[in-house]
């Protein structure tokens, strides 16, 4: 699964370089960008990893784009900097997934990071929508993730006890700890990912917030199992994380989202970026019932706007009782950010 050293990743690089050419997207680097990467290559060649990984880390300090991050990436994994390497390959995720060369190097990359989460997610999700070429390529790489979490508990198995018994008691942190923990919960493997995560789900101490994050890793990595939730009105739900959308895609805040560029998007940006945000925090709030909750979008957007702005409501022309309702849910999703600032 890993590729085979210096020569494969460099031929990938060369030929998404040879290929930017071709398009006539050429790009003027500054002499010091060239230099940092020429040493970096030299060094490479070398092996001298460590080296290689602080002039491409130079190199991509002066101009950041993907083919820079792929040598920085592969110098940092190489000089075993793993978790640096994971985050820096994060920030072109999205590129990564490009070819199944590039998704073959990031999945390994996670995998020496012990990112079993993230692994997971992008292996079922491909797998899922995959062609009849590809199905036995992702079928290897699901059996490389499963021998990769199989090596990890057995070599690591006090570890992930550990990590396991901090998650079952994140109650009893602060919020700041209880979501610097859950980023660490991405090194359970997904069978122990996925029974820590019904149990989040179901505590009624854990931030709405975080629980919209949990079932949402759970939605990506395709969980068919059936799942408690308790939700905002202090109620259980039972929901199968794979038959749901990603927070964003429901229709309701589609609309919404839509409706607020359309009506202040051009005249007042300052608005507009911050009422985003917060429709964004409160999608994840009502994760995964919004549909249910915003089924007006265009009153919630004139909510919103009449508690921000000087665009007041007429009230006179409005349904009180719908009214009522969502400036109860709004002030209710507030309150539920006020508790981050706690």
Known sequence: MRNKGLVVKIKLILKLQRRRDLVGEQIPFPKNFDRFIMLGKAAAKKEDWKVAADNFSAAYQTKQDFNTNLLLATALMESGQYLVARQVAGE???????????ISFYISLLLTAHDFVKATQICDQHLAKAKAADI?????TQKHIKGAENKYRHEEAAHLKELQKALYN????????QMDLLK???????????????????????????KANVLADLQKMRV??????LWLDNKEYQVIPERLLPIMEYKSIITLKQLLAEKV??????????LTEEINL???????????????PTLWLAVYLDF??????????????????????QEKLRETTNILTL
């Open 282 to 296: 409160h999608a994840a709030y009502l994760y995964p019932f919004a549909d249910k909750v915003v089924k007006d």
């Open 92 to 102: 072109y995720e999205n590129d990564y997934q490009a070819s199944l060369s590039l």
């Open 265 to 274: 998007g051009n005249d007042d940006p300052i608005v507009y970026q911050n």
């Open 308 to 329: 921000y702005t000087t665009d007041k409501l007429n009230k006179k022309q409005i349904d009180s009782e719908n009214l009522t309702q969502i400036q109860q849910w």
């Open 136 to 140: 036995h390529f992702w079928m290897e």
């Open 184 to 210: 660490q919960a991405n090194q359970l493997p997904k069978e122990e990912f996925t029974v820590t995560a019904k149990w989040l789900l179901r505590n009624p101490f854990v931030h709405p917030l975080l």
């Open 224 to 229: 068919s199992d059936e799942v408690s939730l």
């Open 170 to 177: 994140l109650s009893d942190r602060s919020i700041y700890e």
